[in-house]
């Protein structure tokens, strides 16, 4: 049989629900090597502080809600994939986290392959978004070596002026 690696990832899972907590970090085990649940905002933040890649949180949560975690995780790392995880009630707030930054919305109940599916797409984003990053890195530092040398150049022809100018006098 092939056996697939595990990405060398943490995904966190804020759901107050245990049942679908559960469900979903078990889920994402059989893709990433490392998996951290939440019940609250207050225990969410908490693992965020840890640092993660990907998030899935409720939209409500006991103690405050998932625009809350959708905005620190976001603060702490842009890269930080975050999924809104609703019921079907709550889609209107749901698709406000999405125009917050939220990666994509998942409805419960959630099925196995839809949560594949989802968890897929999430942890594609995420490399997408690290890469990105990666490369406007590169870029800056290209960026600023360039300008270093354009400045050394510049005064260099500076010099040559000035030494032209005065044999000429």
């Known amino acids: 049989p092939r056996w697939k690696m595990r990405e060398k990832l943490t995904v966190l899972v804020?759901?107050?629900?245990?049942?679908?907590?559960?469900?979903?970090?078990?889920?994402?085990?059989?893709?990433v090597q490392s998996v951290a649940e939440a019940d609250s905002l207050t225990s969410a933040l908490e693992c965020l502080a840890r640092g993660v890649d990907v998030v899935f949180t409720s939209v409500f949560l006991p103690d405050g809600s998932g625009e809350k975690v959708l905005s620190e995780a976001r603060k702490?790392?842009?890269?930080?994939?975050?999924?809104?995880?609703?019921?079907?009630?709550?889609?209107?707030r749901a698709m406000d986290l999405v125009r917050q930054g939220a990666f994509m919305v998942l409805t419960?109940?959630?099925?196995?392959?839809?949560?594949k599916?989802?968890?897929?797409r999430a942890l594609e984003q995420r490399r997408m978004l690290e890469q990105n990053l990666a490369a406007r890195r590169l870029e800056e530092r290209y960026a600023a070596e360039l300008e270093s040398r354009a400045q050394d150049q510049t005064g260099y022809i500076r010099s040559?002026?000035?030494?032209?100018n005065r044999l000429n006098d």
Do not use: C, G, Q
Not at 16 to 29: G, M, Q, T
Not at 160 to 164: E, G, P, V
């Open 160 to 164: 040559l002026l000035d030494f032209s």
């Open 14 to 31: 804020v759901e107050p629900n245990e049942s679908v907590r559960k469900f979903i970090a078990l889920k994402a085990a059989a893709a």
């Open 76 to 92: 702490r790392s842009p890269a930080t994939v975050v999924v809104a995880v609703t019921d079907e009630d709550d889609v209107s």
């Open 117 to 120: 599916e989802t968890l897929d």
């Open 108 to 115: 419960k109940p959630v099925s196995s392959t839809r949560m």
